[in-house]
DNA sequence: GCCGGAGGTTAACGCACGTTCACACGCCGC
DNA sequence: GCGGCGTGTGAACGTGCGTTAACCTCCGGC
């Protein structure tokens, strides 16, 4: 191949394979689900963000529903497999650990502000049975925080921790309503540290 | 006289019968609306949770939309207004202002829990000249925090203020998530102390 | 060369749901 | 009593949209 046409071809099919189809899917759905809600769009708007028809979406998934619930799902097991592993790497310190959980979330909220707000607004649009596996995703996700506050915090009582889980989360997820206004380096910092000053308040 | 008096008075008792009216169905709306979003709730389903048909919406609001704006315009006026007055009668000292909005954002966030929910998941799906009107609000509840976070904090950029109090935000308003898991006094008490540790960390 | 499957297109179907309409009922001023 | 008005009902309409169907194209393996 000589010529530059064929160059930007591989570059483009290389691009393509980086991220599988059904990958794009969801990451153009995501964005769109994030900005209008994804009850207000459309298989086919979906379809358009990545240049395909609406009725294209449905080699890849089963039904619009289905694609939500794996979004969904997929999030959480990133969260609680992250948090697991940044708790894992950390060392024995509850200190340390509590460090390394507001590290991951904070790092994980800057990078994905469209999967933080389509995270908790579309679990209740899910089926029954497709929110109940997310919910106890998340579960499993804020008793990993739960049990380092408990051992940070030996004096609270865990209904206590989980609601300062809950509250420290709602803090670093504010990432959706204040993007842009700083740096993301700067961001992360002043998130990380009023995250370590309300968990430990 | 009479007759004016007796005009006003019937029209005072119409405006209170369909006033309270309308209150019961934007408040029955937003609990729904919280629980499954305002796309998924059709306009029988709030009916229904007041005891009438889905048409009898359409005697006290134009539309849905015309209801869902006015409901979520309805919460940052009375966002913005309790803030002003919160800081007005607090005095001039800012440590006293920020204890004032942080306790007043907190008593909002755990008697409207709804209402929190419903105020920035369905601003998405407004009508552009409703949404602008809604935001112009909100922009104008957060300017209130900044204001008294940066006589606190002179070193600090209002950008980064900004952030501050939408993250502050975020942690109050984790109230929806964390619903029940303590007594109401309590759980005010450990938000007011984790929202003034993020905002002066 | 051919063949099968992966992945796309357009057209159409069906249902959910917002909205409107025609009508009914109770209440209050005259 | 009577008529207007506020508020409700059930039926019907229109449409947006999720989903399916029928058909096309490209491509790698035999």
Not at 49 to 56: C, F, L, M, S
Not at 94 to 100: N, S
Not at 143 to 154: A, G, I, K, S
Request: with cysteine; proline share 4%; charged share 25%.
């Amino acid at each position: 191949m000589t010529d530059a046409l064929a160059d930007s071809d591989t570059a483009l099919a290389a691009d393509a394979t980086r991220l599988s189809r059904r990958e794009q899917i969801l990451q153009a759905a995501a964005r769109l689900f994030a900005e209008r809600g994804s009850r207000s769009v459309g298989v086919d708007d979906v379809g358009a963000a990545i240049g395909v028809t609406g009725p294209a979406i449905y080699r890849h998934f089963a039904s619009k529903d289905a694609m939500i619930a794996e979004m969904l799902q997929g999030i959480s097991e990133r969260l609680l497999a992250g948090g697991r592993e940044r708790v894992a790497v950390a060392g024995p310190d509850p200190a340390e650990q509590l460090r390394a959980l507001v590290a991951f979330q904070v790092d994980f909220a800057l990078d994905n502000p469209a999967l933080i707000t389509v995270h908790d607004r579309d679990l209740g649009s899910l089926a029954p049975g497709d929110a109940a596996r997310v919910r106890r995703l998340q579960r499993r996700y804020v008793e990993v925080w739960v049990d380092v506050l408990r051992r940070l915090r030996p004096g609270e009582g865990t209904d206590a921790c989980r609601a300062r889980a809950h509250a420290v989360f709602g803090l670093v997820n504010s990432t959706p309503h204040s993007a842009g206004q700083l740096p993301r380096e700067e961001m992360g910092v002043l998130l990380a540290e009023m995250a370590e000053a309300a968990a430990t308040a």
